[in-house]
């Protein structure tokens, strides 16, 4: 990895020079698009791909408009990449126009510059090379301007035409492409590889206690850059994958990469999710170890920058523990942690 370090001093360069958004007071772009628009654009489009295939190809976009899945931020990035592509609406979900604004989306949201890759091709760029919207437009308006072939690229919804259109996007818009991301972090993950040990910690579900949660969540980051590595297809085309003829091991990767921990229809707590061939006791105590770290943090910045005595506002947690349970368990970590009770604090209103 880059040392972030090293990017102070072109970055100071860049602060001194007054160049737009790497100064204090400098104005900010917005893009008319961003991450949340780009997400539920995103998702909403893979939920409709997977009914499409699941029921043979007989519903469209009208028949979802009518059904109301269609409407507001959902299709707000879907109508902007037809703008900036000039591309025609199509009636199905499952046109090669759809299977693209899919992948735009995917290598908008998932940039290289800075990390896993150095920032590159420069630092002025950093911003539009690292912002979704940004991203997002630049990409859609490289289809217009340098590569319209690839909007009909996409009909099999493969590995082969997912690398092709990457890479040409990639090239023409002077980003890394989706593969070569995947590929860096792969490489970080092998046996013998600076994070192999941390990988055997989460081959076993069995973290070390230093920085817990980002030991977790970094590993399921890396796991889940091997796998798109490997079928970078399903990870774009979700909705394709799961339904239809196209189901191979999709189940397998759709649990693999689940959520950790989720809340139940009845419940607004968290829980662990189990998962086969995990035992349960191991992915309770993970679970244990996880939010306890996290209520510490809060509980640190309670104690560094808040005034008055602590809170504890963690029903969010768990909706069936008492007060006195939540308090209790955030105060015993605390204390493992620092070496004193929090009631033992003195603090100042």
Same mark, same amino acid.
């Given at each position: 990895?880059?040392?972030?370090?090293? $990017?102070?001093?072109?970055?100071?360069? =860049?602060?001194?020079?007054?160049?737009?958004?790497?100064?204090?007071?400098?104005?900010?772009?917005?893009?008319?698009?961003?991450?949340?628009?780009?997400?539920?654009?995103?998702?909403?489009?893979? *939920?409709?791909?997977?009914?499409?295939? +699941?029921?043979?190809?007989?519903?469209?976009?009208?028949?979802?408009?009518?059904?109301?899945?269609?409407?507001?931020?959902?299709?707000?990035?879907?109508?902007?990449? =037809?703008?900036?592509?000039? =591309?025609?609406?199509?009636?199905?979900?499952?046109?090669?126009?759809?299977?693209?604004?899919? =992948?735009?989306?995917?290598? +908008?949201?998932?940039?290289?510059?800075?990390?896993?890759?150095?920032?590159?091709?420069?630092?002025?760029?950093?911003?539009?090379?690292?912002?979704?919207?940004?991203?997002?437009?630049?990409?859609?308006?490289?289809?217009?301007?340098?590569?319209?072939?690839?909007?009909?690229?996409?009909?099999?919804?493969?590995?082969?035409?997912?690398?092709?259109?990457?890479?040409?996007?990639?090239?023409?818009?002077?980003?890394?492409?989706?593969?070569?991301?995947?590929?860096?972090?792969?490489?970080?993950?092998?046996?013998? +590889?600076?994070?192999?040990?941390?990988?055997?910690?989460?081959?076993?579900?069995?973290?070390?206690?230093?920085?817990?949660?980002?030991?977790?969540?970094?590993?399921?980051?890396?796991?889940?850059? *091997? %796998?798109?590595?490997?079928?970078?297809?399903?990870?774009?085309?979700?909705?394709?994958?799961?339904?239809?003829?196209?189901?191979?091991?999709?189940?397998?990767?759709?649990?693999?990469?689940?959520?950790?921990?989720?809340?139940?229809?009845?419940?607004?707590?968290?829980?662990?999710?189990?998962?086969?061939?995990?035992?349960?006791?191991?992915?309770?105590?993970?679970?244990?170890?996880?939010?306890?770290?996290?209520?510490?943090? %809060?509980?640190? %910045?309670?104690?560094?920058?808040?005034?008055?005595?602590?809170?504890?506002?963690?029903? $969010?947690?768990?909706?069936?523990?008492?007060?006195?349970?939540?308090?209790?368990?955030?105060?015993?970590?605390?204390?493992?942690?620092?070496?004193?009770?929090?009631?033992?604090?003195?603090?100042?209103?």
């Amino acid at each position: 990895m880059q040392h972030p370090k090293e $990017w102070e001093e072109p970055f100071r360069v =860049l602060n001194n020079e007054k160049e737009k958004g790497f100064y204090f007071g400098s104005r900010v772009e917005f893009w008319g698009i961003g991450a949340r628009e780009i997400f539920e654009g995103q998702a909403c489009f893979a *939920q409709m791909q997977y009914l499409a295939f +699941a029921s043979g190809g007989n519903l469209d976009l009208n028949d979802f408009k009518a059904l109301g899945m269609l409407h507001g931020v959902y299709e707000v990035a879907f109508n902007a990449f =037809l703008n900036a592509t000039q =591309l025609d609406r199509p009636s199905s979900v499952i046109h090669p126009t759809v299977g693209l604004f899919l =992948l735009v989306c995917d290598m +908008a949201i998932n940039p290289g510059s800075g990390f896993p890759h150095r920032i590159w091709p420069h630092y002025h760029s950093f911003i539009t090379d690292t912002d979704p919207g940004a991203r997002f437009l630049m990409l859609a308006t490289v289809v217009r301007l340098k590569c319209s072939t690839v909007a009909t690229a996409i009909q099999r919804y493969s590995r082969e035409e997912y690398i092709a259109v990457t890479e040409e996007l990639a090239y023409h818009s002077l980003n890394d492409s989706p593969l070569a991301i995947a590929a860096t972090c792969s490489d970080w993950a092998k046996e013998g +590889a600076p994070f192999g040990g941390l990988m055997e910690e989460h081959r076993l579900f069995r973290f070390k206690p230093g920085n817990m949660p980002i030991r977790v969540l970094f590993s399921h980051f890396l796991s889940f850059m *091997q %796998d798109k590595l490997k079928m970078p297809e399903f990870f774009c085309w979700p909705g394709v994958w799961m339904a239809g003829e196209r189901v191979s091991e999709a189940s397998e990767l759709f649990d693999r990469h689940g959520a950790l921990f989720m809340d139940k229809e009845d419940d607004d707590g968290i829980f662990p999710r189990l998962v086969p061939g995990r035992d349960e006791s191991v992915v309770q105590e993970v679970f244990d170890s996880f939010y306890a770290i996290n209520l510490t943090y %809060d509980m640190t %910045d309670q104690w560094i920058r808040r005034p008055g005595p602590f809170t504890y506002n963690y029903r $969010w947690l768990s909706q069936s523990a008492s007060h006195d349970d939540i308090k209790g368990f955030a105060d015993r970590h605390f204390e493992t942690i620092y070496g004193v009770r929090p009631d033992a604090v003195q603090t100042f209103a």
